[in-house]
């Protein structure tokens, strides 16, 4: 096989491999936020509201327990049918879901309790409507005030993690990612419709946006890939569910040895680090 052929085919078997990852992430069957919330934690007390304009379905707060561990605990919603998916603006935030995410935060805060929060979201919902209600200044003051927090926090990336919406939740010490998830900027159809004027390109698009979790973790957008059973936590959710508490817990227990101001200097400091500017010669 020539040279040509063989980069070709190389960047095929790449394609694919980045597509079916996207899949994985969209199975109809992978357990949402709530579900693994439940699993995972006992005692969860949902928090409401914003205390400015209402209470966004798309996204639950509640104080809850890991093992013996008083803890806040964040999921997105997404709703199993189509009349719930509707109503939950199919798991994309509204700024009062962000603006009661951030109370509930500052809640915890208040109470030394960690925070984790489950994330599996396409982005922040673009309507007209949570445009006007500054979902722009909603993400941004997350992140500002995320980056500050004085009690652990743990994010991770169970499904989809799009954009600011996702971002608005996981300015964490510690992100993490499921085996099959996804972390990006834009959807690889919007990409795909941005770039090619095409959607049918979209599995391009997957592959060179590195959208996987092993690409984001060589990027440094992630610090942790939780591996998931052979066939997916879709296909075993309890083996997936035991991993993935064993995972939260152990870095519960790292971030609760280290003290307040030192916890929020590494935070700081990695999310800066995170973008890496450079010019070519």
Known sequence: MSEDKAGTATQAKAVLAAW?????????????????????FTDFSEIHGD?????????ACGMARLGDEEVLAIGVRKGGSTKERIRRNFGMPSPEGYRKALRTMKIAEKFNR????????????????????????????NLLEMSRLRVPTISV?????????????AVTDRVLILEN????????????????????????????????????????????????????????????VELLAGALKRHLAELKAMPAQEMVAVR???FRNIAQFYSES
């Open 20 to 40: 079916n990852k996207i899949e994985q992430a969209r199975h109809p069957q992978r357990p949402y936020p709530m579900e693994l919330i439940e699993r995972i």
């Open 51 to 59: 205390r400015a304009f209402g209470d966004d379905e798309a996204v």
């Open 114 to 141: 960690p925070i984790i929060s489950l994330i599996d979201l396409p982005g922040a919902f673009p309507g007209l409507g949570a445009e006007e209600r500054g979902q722009a200044e909603a993400i941004a003051r």
């Open 157 to 169: 990336i169970t499904g989809e993690g799009g954009s600011g919406g996702a971002l608005a939740l």
């Open 181 to 240: 998830a996804l972390y990006f900027v834009i959807t690889p159809e919007s990409c795909a419709a941005i770039m090619w004027r095409d959607i049918a390109h979209k599995d391009l698009a997957a592959e060179a946006l590195r959208v996987t979790a092993p690409d984001v973790l060589s990027l440094g957008c992630v610090d942790e890939v939780i591996r998931e059973p052979q066939a997916g936590i879709h296909a075993d959710r309890e083996g997936g």
């Open 268 to 270: 700081q400091r990695k």
